[in-house]
């Protein structure tokens, strides 16, 4: 008996780590409801967000809009650090924000490691909570600063801890994550522009399509 119980137990754990994750569908609930558009903040951030492009490591447009929208008190975190940087003539330029689920199921299935892409079955995905954000700095007029790598790129160079990058590319990704880590956000280890909100794993993940969203 006590062995059937054992494996009733497995079949179970092996059951729930397969079951795809519970996200929020409904586009008035809510969580959905605390995101906000950051083009509609007025903060002057720039956007180049290539998932809503061919210009992207899918070479496919995987968003129908090109919206990033924030959960609200990480976006009013982003417009601050926007704030710090434009006192020195820089500013922040989003790559992406809120992804959705069948989204992060699409990523999944092309890229297959969970140091670039979150894999869904675990954690349901980083971006799907709608506190994390994918962003470079720029200059006065737009222009992207040196960095490590470009975005999404998926090398051990684009990690925190790289070696061998150029003083000033080190240096710039060391601003943005400073600024990022001031105003609440976690830096990813892996990614360098990828930055999470401090609270972030208490936010449920979503599946609401962007041109659901307000
Ligand atoms: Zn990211």
């Not at 600063?145 to 790289?162: N, Q, W």
């Not at 999470?196 to 599946?207: G, M, S, T, V, Y």
């Amino acid at each position: 008996m006590k062995l059937a119980g054992l494996l009733i137990l497995c079949l179970a754990l092996v059951a729930r780590a397969e079951a795809p994750p519970v996200a929020i569908r409904d586009p008035q609930a809510p969580a959905v409801r605390e995101l906000v558009d950051l083009a509609k903040l007025d903060a002057g951030l720039r956007f180049d967000l290539r998932y809503a492009t061919p210009d992207n490591f899918t070479k496919t447009t995987l968003y129908p809009v090109a919206k990033a929208y924030l959960h609200h008190t990480a976006a009013e975190a982003v417009v601050q650090a926007q704030r710090e940087l434009a006192k020195e003539g820089l500013g922040l330029k989003v790559f992406d924000a809120y992804r959705p689920l069948a989204v992060q199921w699409t990523m999944w299935k092309l890229i297959h490691d969970d140091r670039y892409v979150s894999d869904p079955r675990i954690n349901a995905g980083r971006h799907t909570r709608g506190t994390a954000i994918d962003l470079t700095l720029v200059d006065r007029e737009g222009r992207e600063l040196l960095m490590p790598t470009p975005f999404d790129d998926f090398t051990e160079r684009a990690h925190r801890d790289a070696k061998g990058i150029a003083p000033e590319a080190a240096r710039n990704a060391k601003k943005l994550e400073k600024v990022m880590q001031k105003y609440g956000f976690i830096p990813y280890p892996f990614e360098w522009w990828h930055f999470d909100f401090r609270d972030w794993k208490k936010h449920p993940p979503l599946d609401v399509p962007l041109e659901q969203l307000p």
